[in-house]
């Protein structure tokens, strides 16, 4: 009763099941490229919130210098948009920057890239909640700010509970949001502009005398130092460009042009509002106010010079900041779509526990969700919201992502010269993005090492440190039962040709097997050992997980279909070859245990005296990492079955 229950209270919060062997339920929740800008995009031009603001603070009083600023974000954008639509052709499965670092500069290089990947999203959830509640707390009296981290906190999980349900459920709620945002930031950018129109023809010939009058005071050096500071510090403009080509296994056939169209809308969007805002600071004169964003000192006067009446100009007002407070909500929903891609293409290759590649009923990855979600509960409490930290954070964890990626296109372009079509152009765009990539990094971890870059480098470094730990774990592991396989490898097969008879009401002996041949042969012979001619059928049953590795792509589901049965086959064939009446069951899912339940229902219906046997790896040296990537499947599934009277046995295999 309290398990129905459970189900059915899951059912009610996360949604129903969805099948993921149905073709219809993958193109259900694929994402066009308006949705994917949207889900995804989102992320970029929600930075245009906070990367202008902290580039311009940078300049101090020197504001013309803004006008490089506005110039240089602008291109950056195009820049490093296009750079990355390279990565969307190469590797149209997903994976972005950890999977091209891994492929290109190999393995160790990629699990840099992913540990700066998995900081880089726990960040954007951090740092666009904390920037949207700054936002929204722009419009409350001072006495609310301390009230600020915990309403993000509670932001944050409400964005777990509503990601649970499914991608395209979160992206549909927040379109309005969206939208809102994109038309209100388009409308007020051009009236600001057009209202101060007759400022315009001075902008140029001031920047250059400012220039010319502050490289007198501090040398052109010191002005070239001071640009590129500003410049690095609002490197939290370009984050979230890289999050299509982590996440193009999500998007609608064909999923390289739904990409390439998605990084579109992305540039555009994203160089018009940031470079246009930079660009109102300088044209209206904005200051810092307290308790208010830049944004909100820059929108008030544009709003207010409309010459509104007081109600509708402070309701615009609030409309606008609502908006922009919403999208940051809506960015920091794309950390959790590409942190638990990364956090899959990384359990794939066994730097992170095989769990973050399973989905859940609702075929979202459910424990990358969790994770990304308490690990950005955590980063804000620690920095209790500051947006000046979290930026340095957030930046220099992508940029790092960035260089490395961008890197490895350069060697792959080089390499591939001889027979590649336009390489010089590939070469040249990946060259000149790894360049912009590696000198906000440079000058990021110089200028503000003491001001959160030191953070972003330890949490990159004890990541990286236990991703080895782990992968050397899961490779010791994997050498013991290959020899194992190898083992009993040579054991002999008689005919085939006249299989013994099943009888449904004979003893049966059900074994619940998995990938490992000998695994499962230990277990068979191990029985008879134990029961010597007790059991007259040997039932093997085999549950196959769909996880983010096999559901990105039609062949690899395919592809795992076909492994799962031939591995049954093998232990139906030994079984007749040596007299024994043999059957097998197989199914599929996203959760192996209520498969492995469904399926021994089915077994005992067929075959009511059947004991259910598996094997669990028992390591010598036992402790709560191990429990961790190992789970405990089959004390789960022997619990369930006990508890509906069902006899299952754990045969222990020793590595």
Request: aromatic share 10%; hydrophobic share 55%.
């Amino acid at each position: 009763m309290a398990t129905e229950f459970g189900r059915a209270l899951r059912e009610k919060v996360l949604g129903r099941p969805l099948d993921p062997l149905s073709a219809r339920t993958r193109r259900s929740i694929a994402l066009v490229a308006f949705f994917a800008w949207v889900g995804l995009g989102a992320d970029g031009i929600s930075s245009s919130a906070y990367g202008p603001e902290e580039a311009f603070r940078a300049l101090g009083g020197h504001t013309h210098l803004g006008l490089y600023l506005a110039i240089a974000t602008a291109v950056t954008v195009f820049v490093i948009a296009l750079a990355y639509n390279q990565v969307i052709e190469l590797f149209p499965t997903g994976g972005g920057g950890y999977r091209v670092s891994t492929r290109l500069l190999g393995a160790h290089a990629g699990l840099v890239s992913g540990a700066a990947l998995v900081v880089d999203y726990v960040l954007t959830i951090a740092i666009s909640i904390a920037a949207g509640v700054d936002a929204a707390f722009s419009l409350l009296p001072l006495g609310l700010q301390p009230y600020k981290v915990m309403t993000g906190g509670a932001l944050i999980v409400i964005l777990i509970a509503l990601n649970l349900r499914g991608m395209k459920e979160a992206v549909g709620v927040l379109i309005p949001v969206f939208l809102g945002f994109v038309v209100t930031h388009a409308l007020l950018i051009v009236y600001g502009i057009v209202a101060h129109a007759e400022g315009l023809p001075a902008l140029v010939p001031d920047t250059l005398a400012e220039t010319r009058s502050l490289a007198a005071e501090l040398g052109w050096t010191g002005v070239a130092a001071l640009c590129l500071l500003a410049y690095a510090q609002g490197g939290g403009t370009y984050t979230g460009l890289e999050a299509v080509s982590n996440n193009v296994n999500v998007l609608a056939e064909p999923r390289v042009r739904t990409g390439k169209v998605t990084m579109v809308y992305m540039a555009i969007s994203l160089a018009f509002t940031a470079g246009g805002i930079i660009l109102l600071y300088l044209l209206w004169d904005a200051a810092p106010v307290e308790g208010q964003t830049l944004n909100a000192v820059v929108f008030g006067a544009i709003i207010r010079d409309l010459g509104w009446q007081a109600w509708t100009t402070e309701a615009a007002i609030v409309m606008v900041l609502a908006f922009e407070a919403g999208l940051l909500f809506v960015a920091a929903n794309t950390g959790f779509l590409g942190g638990p891609a990364v956090l899959a293409n990384m359990a794939a290759d066994s730097w992170v526990p095989h769990q973050f590649r399973y989905l859940s009923t609702r075929l979202v990855t459910e424990n990358g969700i969790v994770l990304m979600g308490a690990a950005a509960l955590g980063i804000l409490f620690l920095t209790q919201g500051d947006v000046t930290v979290l930026v340095v954070i957030y930046a220099v964890s992508v940029f790092l992502t960035f260089a490395v990626a961008l890197f490895g296109l350069c060697v792959y372009w080089w390499r591939a010269r001889a027979g590649a079509r336009a390489w010089p152009w590939r070469l040249g765009l990946s060259a000149a993005g790894f360049t912009v990539c590696a000198l906000i990094l440079a000058m990021l971890l110089a200028r503000r090492f003491a001001a959160g870059a030191w953070l972003a480098l330890l949490l990159v470094a004890a990541i990286t440190a236990l991703c080895l730990v782990i992968r050397s774990h899961y490779d010791w592991t994997r050498g013991k039962l290959k020899a194992l396989d190898e083992a009993f490898a040579n054991q002999s097969f008689g005919s085939e040709a006249h299989p013994p008879q099943l009888d449904p009401e004979a003893p049966t002996a059900a074994f619940l097997v998995g990938s490992s041949r000998g695994g499962g042969l230990h277990a068979l012979l191990w029985v008879q050992r134990l029961f010597p001619g007790h059991f007259k059928n040997f039932v093997f049953i085999n549950v196959r997980t769909v996880d983010t590795h096999v559901y990105g792509g039609r062949a690899d589901m395919e592809a795992m279909q076909t492994q799962a049965r031939s591995a049954l086959s093998y232990f139906v064939n030994f079984c007749h070859s040596n007299g024994m009446a043999s059957k097998s069951y197989l199914g599929f899912g996203t959760d192996a245990i209520e498969e492995f339940v469904r399926l021994a229902d089915e077994v005992a219906k067929e075959f009511p005296n059947a004991i259910f046997f598996t094997s669990k790896l028992i390591f010598k040296r036992d402790n709560w990492l191990v429990r961790l990537l190992h789970n405990q499947a089959a004390l789960a599934i022997q619990r369930r079955l006990h508890l509906e009277g069902r006899q299952m046995v754990i045969l222990p295999l020793q590595l």
